[in-house]
């Protein structure tokens, strides 16, 4: 079996798993997110923007970090390209993978982010993440840079994985994860 028929029946699995997932642990979920956010806060760590994600089906709601620090939203571009935008008052558009993001003509570099969010259909013991299989966050991270950048994946904790996830080559872990049970940083 090939890795990339293997990460197939890793997605489907923790798609499957995913869809089960509670409103309640979700929004438990949401509350670890800002209870770790706050606690950074209170260390008075300078905090620039937090790059978030637009949730799509069943992917845990950190939106409303949006009250209280500045946010910055993900586009992705053609050839798996990904910028992060400030999250302002205009309208969102479309990206290349339909998904609502800023249409800014600035992006956001490396320097001006502290902390990125990710979406996880599954994460293990040893931070390798499971997503759509799009790549773009792990072709962002590629780049030093980038891979110094607190990295956190978010999910319910009936999709953290008790065995070792399959991982590719160009796989990039995670700096850790937060789920209803546990904030695992």
């Not at 939203?73 to 910028?83: A, D, V």
């Not at 003509?105 to 997503?131: A, K, W, Y």
Request: with cysteine; charged share 30%.
């Amino acid at each position: 079996m090939t890795i990339f028929e293997k990460k197939k029946l890793e997605r489907d699995m923790f798609r499957k798993l995913r869809d089960k997932s509670s409103l309640k642990q979700m929004k438990n979920v949401e509350k670890n997110v800002k209870i770790y956010v706050d606690s950074l806060l209170k260390e008075d760590k300078k905090i620039d923007y937090i790059a978030i994600y637009w949730p799509l089906k069943n992917e845990v709601d950190i939106r409303s970090l949006k009250e209280n620090i500045s946010l910055a939203l993900p586009r992705c571009k053609g050839k798996k390209e990904l910028s992060f935008y400030p999250w302002d008052e205009k309208p969102l558009t479309k990206d290349s993978e339909g998904i609502l993001s800023p249409n800014s003509s600035f992006s956001l570099s490396h320097e001006q982010i502290s902390m990125i969010f990710v979406p996880c259909l599954s994460v293990d013991r040893n931070l390798t993440r499971l997503g759509y299989g799009g790549g773009y966050f792990d072709k962002l991270r590629i780049d030093k840079k980038w891979r110094d950048i607190p990295c956190i994946g978010v999910l319910t904790s009936t999709c953290v994985s008790t065995i070792p996830l399959t991982k590719a080559e160009w796989d990039v872990s995670l700096s850790g994860f937060i789920t209803e049970k546990e904030i695992f940083v």
